[in-house]
T-cell receptor, first 113, second 114 residues
């Protein structure tokens, strides 16, 4: 949802486990969603996206689930690796209104070897 | 390396001053986006340019302005700087102007206003 800040929640997982990161978005009119990964000292990096006419999309080791009923988005990372350690945040976009582009505050994923 | 370059990497200045941040998009990308990331506000979309024209405007203050030049590089001008403007400023680029195109982010410029 809209950026608020900011004490980032942390998710700690063991290497090899699956991770689930959640995001609640703010507006039911949002029609496009993106998950980003941001490593320390770097810019955000696109991971996966989903349009509102879908409820699931899979990439390499990642799956995004969209539940429009409760305005909830999740990112599942399979077989989490130490290189997955980063802050993950979602973006909700109303593509018909370019002013409406909001980022969630993020979740810090800590992968323990 | 995303292919997007930003200069300078770090900038320290005083309140009331004006600075210019520069962004070079990936080769072939026509659209440039500017974002501000601060500790208390997270990432916020400021403005988008597509092929030299302003395409979308987000939470950009009136003290801030941007432009995209014919060679497609972009500059973000911040004036009458305040302490609260201290943040990381990211530029991103995409092939076209439509938000469905993947955006590639630069490494950012860290601005500190003292």
């Amino acid at each position: 949802g809209e950026s608020v800040g900011l004490h980032l929640p942390t998710l700690s997982v063991q290497e090899g486990d699956n991770s689930i990161i959640n995001c609640a978005y703010s507006n039911s009119a949002s029609d496009y969603f993106i998950w980003y990964k941001q490593e320390s000292g770097k810019g955000p990096q696109f991971i996966i996206d989903i349009r509102s006419n879908m409820d699931k999309r899979q990439g390499q080791r990642v799956t995004v689930l969209l539940n429009k009923t409760v305005k909830h988005l999740s990112l599942q990372i399979a077989a989490t690796q130490p290189g997955d350690s980063a802050v993950y945040f979602c973006a909700e976009i109303r593509t018909y209104n370019f002013n409406k582009f909001y980022f969630g505050s993020g979740t810090k994923l800590n992968v323990k070897p | 390396d995303s292919g997007v370059t930003q200069t300078p990497k770090h900038l320290i200045t005083a309140t009331g001053q004006r600075v210019t941040l520069r962004c070079s998009p990936r080769s072939g990308d026509l659209s440039v986006y500017w974002y501000q990331q601060s500790l208390d506000q997270g990432l916020q979309f400021l403005i988008q340019y597509y092929n030299g024209e302003e395409r979308a405007k987000g939470n950009i203050l009136e003290r801030f302005s941007a432009q995209q030049f014919p060679d497609l590089h972009s500059e973000l001008n911040l004036s009458s700087l305040e302490l609260g403007d201290s943040a990381l400023y990211f530029c991103a680029s995409s092939v076209e102007g439509d938000l469905y195109n993947e955006q590639f982010f630069g490494p950012g410029t860290r601005l500190t206003v003292l």
